[in-house]
């Protein structure tokens, strides 16, 4: 069982950075991949970025290419989300995800192959 908890997220400018983290719970966290994804009001929840159990593969969405980065510390239990360059398009909850922790190699992008979700923070980009 893996719990995970967000946090960084707050009102910022057009054009501004913010940092969002994830705790996560228990000893098997090196061994999951984990995602970012958002939801805006009215929308469905969409990918943003993962990031492989092994740390060192990433993919993105192409809304996000070049303006976020998606990192994890093992020793720490944590991933990462550095966005920078926001828009207001990116105003949305923003979600932590940790997949079964089976060690896959291939990256999961799609909300139904993860098995642990965060409770989410908001994140609102003003023009």
């Known amino acids: 069982q893996v719990q995970l908890v967000e946090s960084g997220g707050g009102l910022v400018q057009a054009g501004g950075s913010l940092r969002l983290s994830c705790a996560a719970s228990g000893r098997t966290f090196s061994r999951h991949n984990m995602g970012w994804f958002r939801q805006a009001p009215g929308k469905e929840r969409e990918f943003v970025a993962t990031i492989l159990w092994s740390g060192g593969s990433t993919s993105y969405a192409d809304s996000v290419k070049g303006r976020f980065t998606i990192s994890r510390d093992n020793a720490k239990n944590t991933v990462y989300l550095q966005m920078n360059n926001l828009k207001p398009e990116d105003t949305a909850v923003y979600y932590c995800?940790?997949?079964?922790?089976?060690?896959?190699?291939?990256?999961?992008?799609?909300?139904?192959?993860?098995?642990?979700w965060g409770q989410g923070t908001q994140v609102t980009v003003s023009s």
């Open positions: 995800a940790a997949d079964s922790g089976s060690g896959s190699y291939y990256y999961k992008t799609y909300t139904y192959e993860y098995d642990y």
